[in-house]
């Protein structure tokens, strides 16, 4: 079946820095990424929705230059955190998404750890 | 306002015996409900994809139902096994392509 991977698995940082995720769709061209955040114990949270050559939409209380969204083609979406702080520590998964119902399949995730 | 509520936040079954988990959602235009399972630490795997015209769905020892009238959908696991302490997660996608997830399940089995 289709595979989204997802690099780093896990990232540790130093506060102030900034952190790139990438979100690569391996054998389907996702017209659509997904970013979402996910705390302990709670459900994802949409971050944003990334189409192939286009800006990010991002969703409400999402900080746009935080969160620098890039989907430069049909198969790589990547996400960077951008001066990083603890609070930013968290579960980050992208899913990808080729236009049809059935394909819509989420990454393995990135943990975040900002120190 | 979209919403997808799942009951209950958490359960613990011993393992071999069966449950039910509960997804009553609001999403309107209505497009497909789908039922993902998340290990802790891992990102969400798909179990089962319904549509509208669809009742029932099975996926090995998972069986989703979907109730489009009342806007309810149950998965149900048969015979439990350790490997199935999980979050279970329901998730609405509308016509226009948004999802809408429920807050998940937390499912121990315990031996």
């Known amino acids: 079946g289709a595979v989204v991977s997802q690099h780093p698995s896990r990232v540790i940082c130093k506060s102030g820095t900034s952190v790139k995720i990438e979100c690569r769709s391996l054998?389907?061209?996702?017209?659509?990424m997904f970013w979402y955040r996910q705390f302990p114990k709670q459900s994802l949270m949409l971050m944003a929705t990334?189409?192939?050559?286009?800006?990010?939409?991002?969703e409400q209380g999402v900080e746009k230059d935080k969160f620098l969204i890039n989907h430069a083609s049909l198969t790589l979406s990547t996400l960077t955190v951008t001066s990083a702080h603890p609070e930013d520590s968290s579960f980050y998964i992208c899913?990808?998404?080729?236009?049809?119902?059935?394909?819509?399949?989420f990454g393995p995730g990135t943990r975040l750890l900002v120190l | 306002k979209n919403q997808v509520e799942q009951s209950p936040q958490s359960l613990i079954i011993l393992e071999g015996k069966n449950c039910t988990l509960q997804?009553?959602?609001?999403?309107?235009?209505?497009?497909?409900l789908r039922w993902y399972k998340q290990d802790t630490g891992r990102g969400p795997v798909s179990l089962t994809i319904?549509?509208?015209?669809?009742n029932t769905k099975s996926n090995g020892r998972y069986t989703a139902t979907l109730d489009a009238d009342t806007k309810q959908s149950s998965l149900h696991i048969t015979a439990s096994q350790l490997s199935d302490s999980a979050s279970y997660i329901c998730?609405?996608?509308?016509?226009?392509?948004?999802?809408?997830f429920g807050g998940g399940t937390r499912l121990m089995v315990k031996p």
């Open positions: 899913s990808a998404f080729s236009g049809t119902v059935e394909t819509q399949y």
């Open positions: 054998d389907f061209q996702a017209t659509t």
């Open positions: 990334s189409n192939e050559g286009s800006k990010a939409t991002y």
């Open positions: 997804c009553n959602y609001t999403v309107s235009p209505f497009s497909n």
């Open positions: 319904m549509t509208f015209s669809e």
């Open positions: 998730v609405v996608h509308n016509a226009g392509n948004m999802l809408t």
